[in-house]
């Protein structure tokens, strides 16, 4: 793929979900789930004759969000008029901001640092915009390709949206995925992004391959799914190239089911929009004093919080990185260490553990950390520092837990997991192995790595509830009998 000189751009909107109303009028945000159309008012449906009124934690939000995005601030708002028709946008314009001619984005010139390959890379924001959401159009007996008809709910109309623009800094889909998992952790340590409320962030993807024209893919849910959608589109366009084909300039779906990429439209030229500044909305001043403000209460943000992971809990780089990529993961191992301290046991069983099976079950992390409580974890790794259980029995219990969503003592007892650390009975256990396996003895006896064999099958007989120090101790004793060296 190194060849192929892949240039990546990503458009993330996302919704401001912490505010209480619309961009534009007094309608509640929080539109999920509402009868179709019954969130709306005449702003919002774009009846002639309606006037906006900018909400203005919207626009303490998009600063809150330029200054976490080390951006340049527009000392004036302007917003602009988008046209195109589209059922979704009953104005026939959606209420924008525009880079151009009399027009400016809120913030420009900032920077994401995302990790790459074990080092860090800068990926630059071109800019910030405010905007309105349009309406959902809904395919009820299908999708976007194949429904027979189509609906529009107007609820989700006039939702404050940000629009972060990257420059075509990105090499892979890989380092994609990572500057989506970074902004969606800035945004939710910010608190002004529910990432987990179902399209509350969306991307468009741009990509080129070897000087060639640029595809927009339209509308990826997710992080997974960007990654997914622009292998997707290096895999067909680097065909194409092979085969002489020309690759259009276009705009596609990315069909989520399938895992393709479709065409959906030969792609707009800027003035096809025909912007200009809405006026309806006069230009709004913004003052140092207000910047300032906000800066000064700027939360923690993931980079300190990396820091001071590292720094205070002693953890790995990548332990306080993965933690991070995640505000609930974070927050939810920070929990876990004020109940029961073992920063670097939790740390690691939340990362290689928790974090692991959460992702294979594809179980959301809000979720989880409800079912394998703060205090459930620490009773875990109670019992591991008492040798009740040993670290693989923990590792075992942890997806049983997530699955029948059962508390950990009862698990431990119903599946008789109590780590066996009394010498009598392993013993016994150990006799029966050496009786059975008298060509591993034989090894073992010659050479000491062929015990691990043995130890193995005491694990095995006791579904892995064998202490292995202990285990491994006796067996080497046992041999040791056996050949009469003292
Ligand atoms: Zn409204």
């Known amino acids: 793929m190194s ?66 995005l080390k951006c340049e601030i527009s000392d ?8 195109y028709f589209y059922p979704d946008l009953p104005k026939n314009y959606q209420i924008s901001q525009y880079d151009g001619p009399g027009s400016i984005p809120i913030a420009k010139n900032g920077y994401i640092v995302i990790g790459v390959d074990g080092g860090l890379k800068k990926v630059r924001i071109r800019r910030i915009n405010i905007e309105e959401d349009p309406g959902k159009i809904v395919y009820p007996t299908g999708s976007l390709l194949t429904s027979k008809y189509t609906l529009i709910d107007y609820n989700r109309s006039g939702i404050a949206l940000l629009e972060i623009v990257s420059e075509p800094d990105l090499r892979s889909p890989k380092e994609a995925r990572a500057f989506i998992d970074k902004l969606r952790s800035i945004l939710e340590h910010l608190g002004l992004v529910n990432t987990e409320l179902e399209g509350a962030l969306r991307v468009d993807a741009n990509i080129s391959l070897a000087g060639g024209s640029r595809v927009e893919i339209k509308n990826i849910s997710s992080a997974k799914d960007v990654e997914r959608a622009l292998t997707y589109e290096i895999i067909r366009q680097s065909k194409a190239l092979e085969t002489g084909e020309k690759v259009r300039r276009e705009t596609r779906h990315w069909d989520a089911i399938r895992k393709v990429t479709v065409p959906l439209r030969v792609k707009e030229f800027e003035e096809d929009y025909r912007y200009f500044p809405d006026p309806d909305l006069p230009p709004v001043k913004i ?142 256990i150990i006799d029966e192995v050496i009786k059975e396996n008298p060509k591993a003895v034989k090894d073992a006896l010659i050479n000491p790595k062929a015990v691990n064999y043995l130890v193995g099958q005491v694990m095995k007989k006791t579904r892995g509830r064998a202490n292995p120090e202990l285990t491994n101790k006796l067996i080497i004793k046992k041999l040791k009998e056996l050949s009469g060296t003292p």
């Open 287 to 428: 003052s140092l004093k207000l910047i300032e403000e906000i800066y000064q209460k700027l939360p923690e943000l993931p980079d300190q919080r990396i820091e001071r992971f590292i720094k205070t809990y002693g953890l790995s780089d990548y332990l306080a990185t993965v933690l991070v990529s995640e505000k609930v993961l974070a927050d939810y191992f920070e929990e876990c260490v004020k109940y029961c301290g073992n920063p670097e046991i939790i740390g690691n069983i939340v990362v290689n553990d928790f974090k692991r099976w959460v992702d294979e079950m594809d179980i959301e992390v809000s979720k989880a950390v409800k079912i394998l409580t703060p205090n459930q974890l620490c009773q875990l790794v109670y019992m591991l520092n008492n040798n009740i259980i040993n670290i693989k029995i923990l590792k075992e219990i942890i997806p049983k837990v997530l699955k029948y969503n059962k508390d950990v003592n009862t698990i431990v007892y119903e599946e008789n997991y109590i780590d066996i650390s009394n010498e009598e009975v392993l013993m016994r």
């Open 3 to 68: 060849n192929l000189d892949i240039k990546i751009g990503l458009e993330v909107h996302t919704q401001i979900t912490s505010l209480k109303t619309k961009l534009f009028c007094s309608c509640p945000s929080d539109y999920r789930g509402k009868p179709p159309n019954t969130n709306v008012c005449p702003v919002c449906l774009g009846l002639p004759g309606a006037l906006p009124v900018v909400n203005i934690e919207a626009i303490r939000a998009a600063l809150m969000v330029a200054l976490a």
């Open 76 to 83: 004036v708002l302007v917003f602009t008029r988008k046209h």
